[in-house]
């Protein structure tokens, strides 16, 4: 007698890194939609969707992946979906570890940008060697952005992101006050003095008209990362010119 098929029962990871990412076509309501689409296009059944916002894929120390590996030590999912092989991991080691425990609990895996299917040998193949790839293509990526910045150091020029709360100046060297986004500053800090969560004062800040940096929505990790550089920016408020 023919054994029937267990049918899939899939749980989707989704993830981005930084509120830049959240605001493109990387964001997470864009990888959800994805792998919805999918699973109804190969009838699975998609049980969950778990997501890591504004973490890095360096290591798997990530709360929603940590949930996505309790299910399936459990056993209530057979099938891991991600939108993108390198939202599950920015590492090759650490992909093909979690691949190994995703074979040994029985655990097909679909990464739909690459179009891999861990069910077949063609597919457990091409996710190695797209992973290696991937790994590679950043190193270079990163070995070029190191030699660029010590070649700009090098020369006497600026280098690095122009800071919350501040404008460069014209020589490209110098930056200044920014009035409108030091009144920000300045906004957050008192409402985080009077135990406002981060959220409250996202939806203040929109609400009175302030900006960020590159113009797009308000979050909490971008609000966390602006106080956070306050020590460092902000020591002297009262500074009109700031080197970097």
């Given at each position: ?13 989704i ?100 179009k ?28 070029r ?18 800071p ?8 490209s ?51 966390k ?20």
């Amino acid at each position: 007698m023919r054994q029937l098929q267990t049918a899939p029962k899939a749980a989707g990871y989704i993830r981005v890194s930084t509120d830049e990412q959240a605001e493109s076509r990387l964001s997470l309501q864009a990888q959800e939609e994805k792998i919805r689409t999918y699973v109804k296009l190969h009838d699975i059944e998609l049980l969950t969707i778990e997501t890591d916002s504004a973490i890095s894929g360096k290591n798997i120390d990530r709360p929603a992946l940590k949930k996505l590996l309790a299910l399936i030590e459990s056993g209530q999912i057979n099938t891991v979906i991600v939108s993108k092989l390198d939202r599950l991991s920015r590492s090759v080691m650490d992909t093909l570890r979690l691949l190994e425990s995703f074979k040994k609990a029985k655990v097909a895996f679909h990464s739909i940008q690459e179009k891999i299917d861990t069910k077949t040998a063609t597919g457990r193949f091409f996710l190695t060697i797209t992973a290696a790839f991937a790994e590679m293509e950043r190193g270079l990526v990163s070995e070029r952005t190191s030699a660029a910045l010590r070649e700009r150091r090098r020369q006497g020029k600026r280098a690095g992101e122009i800071p919350y709360g501040y404008n460069l100046q014209k020589d490209s060297q110098t930056l200044k006050l920014n009035p409108k986004e030091q009144e920000a500053i300045a906004l957050m800090l008192r409402l985080r003095k009077k135990g406002r969560s981060l959220r409250y004062i996202a939806k203040l800040l929109v609400q009175r008209d302030y900006k960020t940096k590159k113009g797009g929505e308000w979050r909490a990790q971008t609000i966390k990362m602006i106080l956070q550089a306050q020590e460092k920016y902000c020591a002297k408020p009262k500074t009109k010119n700031r080197k970097t």
